[in-house]
DNA sequence: TAGATTGTTAATCGATTAACAATC
DNA sequence: TAGATTGTTAATCGATTAACAATC
């Protein structure tokens, strides 16, 4: 049970919507930090990240008060009002199963190992691959995947191997005791209660870009063509 | 103009929520055809794609009424239908640009190639790349972006470079007349009116998982910590 | 006809936004 | 104090969901 103690009133349940801005807005404020920029306001904060600023100002108002009516945020306080929320001023073991393109992508990608994530593993089935050093890394066979994820304290799993094999990829860590998955294979993993998923799709994107610029195109989709198959 | 003559009485404006799904849709029904299934339910095909049937059958019905009552859907019509829907029925000719792990693990992607997408261009500024052979394809030097673009009549532009490179790229390419791009650089770029940008980020989501992680692990944010910095 | 399942209605829920009182 | 800007209210908008009449 978790006790809320009168020191910490604030109520839990920051919306999902607002929890998956906030990477944006550290973004920007980092952006802001790295120019040393010390003091922004909403207006500025929100054009930066690219959105409204009620709703930034509103997104902010779900972690507290952190900004000074007439002045604005001061910007390296909100930085780690922000990661701290995340989650991002611990450091969060991650292991990337697949050692493809995409895996080596991931493995030498900047962002990740910057903040709060720390990639502590890198496994494929490839004998080929296994024993390639990647991003300061060694790549490891994937059946020492539970092993690796108890002896290193792998607490977030990346799943980048080809759709046949993500859902037995997926089953093994979970019965690891890993609940959160990062999966860019294009299947719908089937999880228990308790575990998040999250999907990064390449092509659902493209598709969706599509969808758009044929209504520039064409306005709307292609009527003259004829369903040239059976109905039942 | 667009004009709407008698014969397509649909009203135009499917929910942006509906399109993002529809991909998601497309995905499943292709997995149900290989396995030569001919007719699927709404709920079938919900739990197959990962959502609420109710929700699956209101999706369907901004485009059409495709189902037959008491039956279900037909398979291969209702891939046809949702595949016209998106612009899946004709070619696009997309151009990547960057092609490091990220840009060649796209040009690899089966899901890009197979359906409705032609990788008709690959473009790195890096001399050391230009010339390399992937996936059937010849690396360009940025300069010729322009040229490809126009010569090859892509309309959807993949953005894989580093994210200082980001938007000088979204700028020629937004000048050379595509609006359509699909970016992976870790920036909010900047475009006007009329152009979709539609956004990938990897760290994001890996920020998000970080979030729900740490309410399982902790109950909260840390409360310990003290903030070591000033505040203005 | 009886059973099954769609397509749609209406209620609910959550997210967005403008406006402004509070206050630095 | 006067000007600026936050944090919050309330209205609006869009998305989700259960329920069920229509109908195959």
Known sequence: MIRRTPQQPRERGIPD???AR????????????????????????????GV????LRKDLSHL??????GVGYDVQYLIY????????TQDWAVAIVGVGNLGRALANYGGFVSRGFRVAGLLDADP????????????????????????RGVSIVVIA?????????????????????LN????????????????VDLSIELQILAFHEQRKVNGGPVMGEEWAGEVS
């Open 64 to 69: 507290g008060s952190y900004g000074t009516r």
């Open 52 to 55: 409204n600023s009620a709703k």
């Open 128 to 151: 080929e691959v296994v024993g390639d050093h990647i991003a300061g890394l060694v790549v490891e066979h994937s059946d020492e995947l539970e092993s690796v994820i108890a002896k």
């Open 17 to 19: 919507a607002t929890v």
């Open 22 to 49: 906030l990477p944006l807005y550290l973004r920007a404020l980092n952006g802001l930090a790295e120019r040393a920029v010390a003091t922004v306001s909403s207006e500025d904060l929100a054009v930066a990240a």
């Open 184 to 199: 860019f294979a294009p299947v719908v993993l089937t999880v228990p209660a308790g575990v998040d998923v999250r999907k």
């Open 81 to 88: 009002q922000i990661s701290r929320e995340l989650g991002l």
């Open 161 to 181: 191997t080809p759709a046949t094999a993500a859902q037995a990829v997926c089953d093994r860590v979970i019965a690891s005791g890993v609940t959160s998955i």
